[in-house]
């Protein structure tokens, strides 16, 4: 069974504090990893899919990494409209995804 | 990134009756798509997914007769949650699968049975 783990459950960042969020995972014949953001109330805004180990992509302060058995979501010097569940996600082979718990981030001023 | 729409944003219905929920892709079309719930504070979980032209298939635990699901286009999904009861009362997504194998999520659909 797909199993995807995300750590911290919540993260409290100063303006400019720079972190990382972690995404652990296991899955059989991964397609893709992907990164969401999810704002209150609202459906998963897509950010990233990552294919396969060693690749990098970025979108104005996140970067997102990945290795054979986990992701990492870089925040470089957080604003306070970064606040937001980061939620991960494995796409197997059905091309279902199955998702993490999710982080969630809150930036204060 | 591809947009998905979903309505209504809200809806209150009473105990024992049924509601259709729509979801249309607006600039993509689409040949799977898929269905999740997410309760408060928790994740998101896989209701079901359809192929445009041939029947949903359900994830474990899924009541089949319970939540119709009709992919009547390549734009355009329905979820229709039959004789609704409080406990199903939830967050309702609809995504996507994108010719990149990219899946787009719609803005949700709160759902409150009393």
């Known amino acids: 069974e797909d199993q995807v783990t995300q750590s911290p459950e919540a993260l409290r960042l100063q303006e400019g504090e720079s972190s990382s969020l972690n995404c652990s995972y296991t899955?059989?014949?991964?397609?893709?990893l992907f990164w969401y953001r999810q704002d209150p109330g609202k459906g998963p805004e897509f950010l990233f899919t990552l294919y396969s180990a060693g690749e990098e992509k970025e979108k104005e302060r996140l970067k997102a990494t990945l290795t054979k058995k986990e992701s990492f979501l870089h925040i470089t010097a957080p604003k306070p409209e970064d606040s937001a569940t980061y939620l991960c996600?494995?796409?197997?082979?059905?091309?279902?995804?199955?998702f993490g718990a999710g982080t969630t981030v809150t930036v204060r001023a | 990134g591809a947009v998905v729409s979903q309505h209504p944003s809200r809806v209150i219905c009473k105990s024992g009756t049924s509601v259709k929920i729509e979801c249309r892709s607006l600039?993509?079309?689409?040949?799977?798509m898929f269905w999740y719930r997410q309760f408060p504070k928790q994740s998101l979980m896989l209701m079901a997914t359809?192929?445009?032209?041939?029947?949903?298939?359900?994830e474990q635990g899924v009541e089949k007769d319970k939540f119709l699901i009709n992919h009547a286009s390549l734009t355009l999904s329905t979820l229709t949650v039959t004789s609704a009861h409080p406990e199903d009362s939830s967050f309702y997504i609809c995504s996507f699968l994108a010719g990149n194998y990219e899946q787009y999520f719609g803005p949700g659909t709160r759902l409150t049975v009393t």
């Open positions: 899955v059989s014949g991964l397609r893709g």
């Open positions: 359809s192929n445009e032209g041939s029947k949903a298939t359900y």
């Open positions: 600039d993509f079309q689409a040949t799977t």
């Open positions: 996600a494995v796409q197997a082979a059905d091309y279902k995804l199955s």
